[in-house]
């Protein structure tokens, strides 16, 4: 098959007061021993500078050990913003751009400014993502908690319900639509947000919506866990959901309502999680997923029935390759496209454990699963890089991957536009005469 593509990754993170355990050298190499090829990471702007922050990724993955490309996170606005987004897609190969209606105080970005990315967008043929929570609700929600004596990671689920995802997800497409822009939700975790998906969907609009793995196989029990640690491991945003929320994606994947399956892998270890004893605003978010993504879909939606083999090929590579249009070089097993390649042993299991992982992170959100379908081989530009159980990876062996923008979404968004303005009655003409009599 082609190797996996992840389109959410955040290696070498600084976020919420550390830094993320997986470089781009332990997570790619982590990725490559899963069958994933390729990754997306998000550039975090340095304090709202573009440049600044496409520079300094420019540098972490100095030690890239496989392909890779970036999407832009917005976390402020204003025209020096506007202008050097046209820098990126123009210039870097960037053509996708994050807006994060959470994460008030640090990330968050309000309607406004949400708007005016949408336009920058579209008149850039660049897609808009976003992280949908609302963020002033959920400040609320977490002030809620701590007053009411709830400060461990269970607080965490608490603090922002399905509810506030589901608004953030329905005024992000809503606002898409007003502006005519497709748009990308990031990591759907609930039925909520994955309702307002399929609802916008139906009606015609151009939304992608993304679950990610731990949103597809975990629970929320876990945040009760009386070990802080324990619990600590699965605080990610949006929260991990009740269980029925997971299954509830999972034939929503199935029915190609959702489209493309990431990670969000932004892995912390047992030290920087324990920032947030005391008070779970303070643990850093995240989970891990890039080595486990392509065995846990494989054994969770295709030897379950679920999705048949093609489907897995579509939502773990090809189809995240035509959003972000590099497809056929990515995505498929083609003349002329990159030879990534990866062997799957149908018959063959799995197991997971941090002791044999290759993330740097101590701890596994699937620790002791286990399951149909190995990777057993993943070869990547050509080169076997993954066989035996053993890598043969090569610091600085990995390529940058320039991503033009107007992919397929953009079809037809010109004529609907034209359509619009014509279908708009012609102004009414009206005197600014004042009469004599
Ligand atoms: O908890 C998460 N998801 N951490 C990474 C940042 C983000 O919102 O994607
Ligand atoms: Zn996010
Ligand atoms: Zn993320």
Redesign the pocket.
């Known amino acids: 098959m082609p190797g996996g593509i992840d389109p959410h990754t ?1 290696l070498a993170m600084e ?1 919420m007061g550390a830094e993320t355990i997986d470089d781009f050298f332990s997570g790619q190499a982590a990725a490559l021993a899963g069958g994933t090829t390729m990754h997306i990471d998000f550039v975090i702007p340095v304090n709202g500078s573009l440049s600044a922050g496409y520079k300094a990724y420019v540098v972490k993955a100095k030690r890239s050990v496989m392909d890779y490309g970036f999407h832009m996170a917005i976390t402020k606005w204003d025209e020096t913003v506007s202008r050097e987004m046209e820098v990126m897609v123009k210039d870097k190969g960037i053509n996708s751009f994050k807006f994060f209606l959470a994460y008030k105080g640090s990330f968050m970005i309000n309607d406004e400014f949400l708007l005016e990315g949408f336009k920058k967008c579209k008149s850039l043929g660049a897609l808009p993502m976003v ?1 949908a929570e609302n963020g002033d609700a959920v400040y609320e929600g977490q002030k809620r908690m701590i007053e009411l004596g709830i400060t461990g990671p269970e607080g965490h689920a608490l603090s922002r319900p399905p509810v506030l995802e589901g608004e953030a997800t329905g005024r992000a497409i809503r606002l898409a639509g007003f502006v005519n822009t497709p748009l990308y939700v ?2 759907v975790m609930s039925i909520d947000a994955m309702e307002e998906v399929a609802k916008a969907r139906k009606a015609g609009q151009k939304v992608i919506g993304e679950p990610v793995v731990s949103g597809l196989v975990l629970n929320d029990t876990v945040l009760w866990d009386p070990d802080f640690q324990t619990a600590a491991k699965f605080v ?2 949006p929260p991990i959901r009740a269980p029925g929320h997971g299954k509830a994606l999972q034939a929503a994947l199935s029915a190609g309502v959702l489209q493309v399956v990431g990670t ?1 892998h ?1 892995t912390f270890n047992t030290t920087q999680k324990a920032l947030g004893i005391g008070d779970f605003r303070k643990i850093p ?2 989970v891990n997923g890039l080595e486990e993504r392509m065995h846990l879909i494989w054994d969770t939606m295709v030897a379950s029935g679920q999705i048949s083999v093609m489907d897995f090929v579509r939502v773990t590579s090809t189809e995240c390759a035509r959003f972000f249009n590099i497809y056929p070089r990515k995505g498929a097993i083609l003349v002329g496209s990159d030879a990534d390649i990866i062997i799957l042993n149908p018959n063959s299991s799995f197991e997971i454990s941090s002791k044999t992982h290759h993330s740097r992170t101590d701890t596994n959100v699937y620790e002791g699963r286990r399951g149909k379908g190995k990777v057993e081989v993943t070869i990547a530009g050509g080169k076997i890089v993954w066989e035996n159980d053993k890598l043969k990876v090569i610091p600085g062996s990995g390529k940058y991957i320039e991503m033009p923008p107007f992919n397929y979404l953009f079809d037809g968004i010109e004529k609907a536009d034209t359509n619009y303005l014509s279908s708009l009655r012609a102004p009414v003409i009206r005197s600014t005469r004042i009469d004599a009599n």
């Open positions: 955040h976020f992280h990031v990591h990610m945003s969000d932004c978010n995240g």
